[in-house]
């Protein structure tokens, strides 16, 4: 990626008032960036928790800026929420003597596909994949339909690969269900990777009761024990769960690419 | 550079941000709780940028720390850092944008946003906070961001634009007056606009007064 030892970058998350797990992979990546020396100033920033997105360029001392969501998708927030509080106008913003860039979601990346194989083999390092079915879950809902999309594109891109037997995306509140993993997967190993950006409530709680691996939402000692049992062994089948795709160490590269890939269509192509 | 800013502020004797008090040293610059002032000997020593962000995470207690301006910041801790930029980056874990915030807002390149024009904005679940009354607005922020107990900031916007909070303590929206009562030597920690914490707490008593 070209030398960007003059610019800034701000990572947007959403964050929690009650999980404080939210902001950690935002967190991680940030540091991982700042580690690496590629840009003068790399700054955290939330909807739900400080520096708000009100405050963030206050910090930022750099004249030029890339904003980079560190959401899953398309949405609510990256549509309406960032760009009204940070007050852009589109993917270019010229305020105050600054230039804003406002880069797409981190889950749009191609490279995204790579990251979920990875996680997957990650989870389950000796499967037979022709005996393996692999099951991307994200949120779904109806207030969001880019929030399914997101998932499916995913599904759809790994399954041409024709590296797993079958690959399917599933949803906690639309169908096709996670609850349904049994009827909608046939091989005897299944792996599921959760396609959310942080771990919380959802990945620690939700969705395995949702695949009957907890029976109740309980708050364990370790909530990140849920993902050290494998494999599930039900009915048969075994069953592989990993953590949320977006506290994957290589997303650091995925927000690099990200930044190249608004580069290349934002400012090469205007300046050709 | 903020950076420079805040080393020459230390060198005009300013020494304490909400409840961290800090000091140059030999080494560099060392930061602790203010509580821990005469006990320095017996905390716990860190080094880094992530230790700042941990600790500022949980209170004492274990518990999530949402609002970093709560009061409440657990004890027992000093974290040794080795020049002003690392002292800056550990003052913004614990008070994210602060120093930005107030040397912006001493510039004239920040202004504080009254209450009504962050609610105006709001949309989706927060929309209806749209419709918090005066009275409402005055009640919930006396009660969400006390300095006693809740938020250590200085609130500068008022519930209605060119109005100054003055249904708070006068101490509540001075920059001047360290809000832990301790009369320090403190860089103002200012609160420019309604936090998301606040516009939540306006939701809930929306929802309350709609039962």
């Not at chain 1, 305020?95 to 990251?115: A, F, Q, T």
């Not at chain 1, 990945?203 to 109740?216: K, N, R, T």
């Not at chain 2, 998301?196 to 707490?201: F, K, M, R, S």
């Amino acid at each position: 990626m070209p030398n960007k030892r003059k610019s800034s970058l701000v990572l947007v998350g959403h964050g929690s008032t009650l999980n404080p797990d939210s902001s950690a992979p935002t967190f991680q990546h940030a540091d991982e960036i700042v580690r690496r020396g590629l840009f003068a100033e790399v700054y955290c920033s939330f909807w739900k928790e400080e520096p708000s997105l009100r405050e963030v360029l206050q910090m930022v001392e750099g004249d030029d800026v890339y904003v980079v969501p560190n959401f899953i998708s398309e949405g609510y927030f990256t549509e309406i929420v960032i760009p009204r509080e940070l007050e852009l106008v589109g993917p270019i913003t010229h305020r105050s003597g600054k230039i804003i860039k406002y880069c797409e979601p981190v889950g749009n990346d191609p490279r995204m596909v790579d990251l979920l194989l990875h996680r997957a083999r990650e989870a389950a390092p000796k499967v037979p994949l022709e005996k393996t079915s692999l099951l991307i879950v994200g949120h779904g809902t109806s207030l969001n339909e880019k929030s399914a999309e997101a998932a499916q594109s995913q599904a759809r891109a790994i399954r041409e690969k024709g590296i797993y037997a079958e690959v399917f995306e599933a949803y906690m509140e639309e169908a096709p269900f996670v609850a349904d993993w049994r009827k909608n997967t046939s091989q005897p190993n299944v792996v599921v990777v959760p396609f959310f950006i942080a771990d919380g409530l959802h990945s620690y709680q939700d969705i395995p009761v949702l695949l009957g691996i907890e029976s109740a939402p309980t708050v364990a000692a370790s909530q990140q024990e849920v993902f050290r049992r494998n494999p599930y062994r039900l009915d048969g089948r075994a069953l592989y769960y990993a953590s949320a795709i977006g506290t994957e160490p290589l997303m650091a590269d995925v927000i690099l690419d990200t930044i190249d890939r608004f580069d290349r269509k934002h400012l090469y192509d205007s300046a050709a | 550079m903020i950076r420079d800013e805040l080393a020459r502020l230390i060198q005009d004797g300013y020494n304490a941000l909400g409840e961290l008090e800090f000091a140059e040293s030999s080494h560099g610059y060392f930061l602790y709780h203010s509580a821990d002032r005469n006990l320095l000997s017996e905390t716990r020593v860190y080094h880094s940028i992530e230790d700042a962000r941990m600790i500022a995470k949980y209170d004492s207690s274990g518990a999530y720390r949402p609002l970093k301006g709560a009061p409440n910041l657990p004890r027992g801790w000093r974290i040794e850092l080795t020049n002003v930029d690392e002292l800056k980056r550990a003052l913004d874990s614990f008070y994210p944008g602060a120093i930005g915030s107030w040397l912006a807002y001493q510039n004239g390149k920040a202004h504080p946003v009254c209450l009504r024009q962050t609610l105006n904005r709001q949309t989706g679940m927060y929309r209806v906070t749209r419709k918090l009354t005066d009275e409402q607005a005055q009640n919930l922020v006396q009660e969400a961001c006390r300095s006693d107990s809740r938020c250590l900031r200085t609130i500068l916007w008022g519930i209605e634009d060119s109005r100054p909070p003055d249904f708070l303590p006068s101490s509540k929206f001075d920059p001047t007056v360290d809000q832990t009562g301790q009369q320090r030597a403190a860089l103002p920690f200012l609160c420019l606009e309604a936090c998301n914490l606040l516009v939540a707490a306006a939701r809930n008593t929306m929802k309350k007064s709609s039962r």
